[in-house]
């Protein structure tokens, strides 16, 4: 019972380097998001998919890049990475536009940038 | 702007106190809002709201939603340690291609034995 799985879970970067953060689900949702969460800021939204090929931007998608191939697969990439870019990355996928049903969160991925 | 603000930011109660946590929303098309419970990892699902004035319970835990005064509450009574934690709200946004799920900065709470 998998749910929605997000790799690696802890990773520690150099300033400059990059990273791809993968995220699959296997309930079928053609709904997937990343967010980060930092403290006293709550979950920010960076990028999002309605759909199988289709990516779109959230609230914080400065930095990040995203693909999603597969249905199951949501992928977020950092080109470069930044010391802004220290937080906990969470990775959620929903069956229906949001709100129309709950959305299913991973277990996060603690990055820090040095 | 669309934006979805909670109150606290943080609260500390002791074993058996009742806490009501706030959500307050600014949101363009309002469908729905949504509760979750986030305690060391992965935010887990409370409740979904979409009427107004008819509260869902689950144990002790219950919310009602007021879309008039555009605000929710969590209600939580006969706290217990296992409470502690991080309660977020969010709120779909629809517009058209672009459906997302925003969050609330979160509150958290602790139950002190």
């Known amino acids: 019972n998998a749910g929605v799985t997000q790799t690696p879970k802890f990773r520690v970067l150099k300033t400059g380097q990059s990273m791809t953060l993968l995220c699959a689900q296997d309930?079928?949702?053609?709904?997937m998001y990343w967010y980060r969460q930092d403290p006293g800021m709550g979950l920010r939204l960076i990028h999002y998919?309605?759909?199988?090929?289709?990516?779109a931007k959230g609230e914080v998608p400065d930095g990040y890049n995203v693909s999603r191939l597969k249905k199951q697969n949501f992928l977020l990439g950092l080109e470069s990475a930044a010391p802004s870019q220290t937080s906990v990355y969470f990775c959620?996928?929903?069956?229906?536009?949001?709100?129309?049903?709950?959305?299913?969160f991973g277990q996060g991925t603690r990055l820090t940038v040095v | 702007e669309d934006k979805v603000v909670q109150s606290p930011l943080s609260l500390v109660v002791h074993e058996g106190d009742t806490v009501t946590l706030n959500c307050s929303y600014e949101?363009?098309?309002?469908?729905?809002l949504l509760w979750y419970k986030q305690e060391k990892k992965a935010p887990t699902f409370l409740f979904m709201l979409?009427?107004?004035?008819i509260e869902k319970k689950s144990g002790r835990l219950s919310s009602i939603l007021d879309k008039k005064e555009l605000f929710s509450i969590l209600n939580i009574t006969a706290t217990q340690t296992g409470d502690s934690a991080v309660y977020l709200c969010?709120?779909?946004?629809?517009?058209?291609?672009?459906?997302?799920?925003?969050f609330g900065t979160g509150t958290l709470l602790a139950v002190q034995p």
């Open positions: 959620a996928s929903s069956y229906s536009p949001p709100g129309g049903s709950e959305a299913f």
């Open positions: 309930m079928n949702h053609e709904y």
């Open positions: 998919s309605v759909g199988e090929g289709t990516t």
């Open positions: 949101v363009t098309n309002f469908r729905s």
């Open positions: 979409t009427s107004s004035g």
């Open positions: 969010a709120a779909p946004l629809y517009g058209g291609a672009t459906n997302k799920l925003i």
